[in-house]
C-alpha cells in the first residue's frame, strides 16, 4: 500500500512539474532525450533589417542573439523529447523602421501596419533519423498589430509572437 501511495504522490509530483514517471528497470537505465534547438544566421550583414544602422539599438551581435532565444525557446516549448531542429535564418526585418532622430540616444523604432516583422527560414525537424517537418518559408503576419498581442511589452514583442505562432504550427509533436 505504501510504495503505490509513494507512485500516486510521485506521479501527481512529475505532473505539476511537467514531467512524467517511468516504472520498471528500463526507466531507471535509460535517459530521457531532450529536444535541441540549432540556430545559424546565414550571411546576416546582408539582412534586410536586423542591424541598426544608425548606431542606436543592441546592434546587430544583440539582435541577432535575441533572435536565437526567442526562437529556441520557441521551438523547445512545442517540440516532443528527443526531437532536433535545425533552423537557417536567411532574413530578418524587424518590425517598424529605426528613426535615428528620436528619442536621442538610443534611436526609437517606429512600428506601423506596414512594416510587420519577417523571418526567411530554413528548417528541418528530425525524430532519429528521419525528418518529420522541414521547409523555407517567409514567415510574417500582416496583422500583428490586431488584436491583445499588440499590448505587449519589450523590444522584440513582435517577432517573439510571430516566431511562437510559426513553432506551434510547423514544429507541434506530431
Known amino acids: 500500500m505504501r510504495v503505490r501511495h509513494r507512485l500516486l504522490h510521485a506521479a501527481i509530483l512529475a505532473t505539476l512539474l511537467g514531467g512524467s514517471i517511468r516504472t520498471g528497470l528500463a526507466a531507471s537505465r535509460e535517459p530521457l532525450a531532450e529536444a535541441r534547438v540549432t540556430v545559424n544566421f546565414i550571411a546576416p550583414e546582408r539582412y534586410t533589417d536586423a542591424d541598426n544602422r544608425f548606431g542606436s539599438g543592441p546592434g546587430l551581435r544583440g539582435n541577432l542573439a535575441e533572435i536565437r532565444h526567442i526562437l529556441t525557446a520557441a521551438a523547445l516549448r512545442v517540440m516532443a523529447s528527443g526531437d532536433t531542429l535545425t533552423v537557417d535564418v536567411v532574413d530578418v526585418d524587424l518590425a517598424g523602421f529605426a528613426h535615428p532622430g528620436l528619442n536621442p540616444p538610443t534611436g526609437l523604432r517606429v512600428v506601423s501596419d506596414v512594416t510587420p516583422p519577417a523571418f526567411r527560414l530554413r528548417y528541418d525537424l528530425r525524430r532519429g533519423k ?45
Open 130 to 174: 528521419r525528418s518529420i517537418a522541414s521547409g523555407e518559408e517567409r514567415v510574417s503576419d500582416i496583422n500583428f498589430l490586431l488584436g491583445a498581442r499588440a499590448i505587449r511589452q519589450g523590444s522584440f514583442a513582435y517577432e517573439d509572437e510571430l516566431l511562437r505562432d510559426w513553432a506551434r504550427r510547423r514544429l507541434s509533436a506530431r
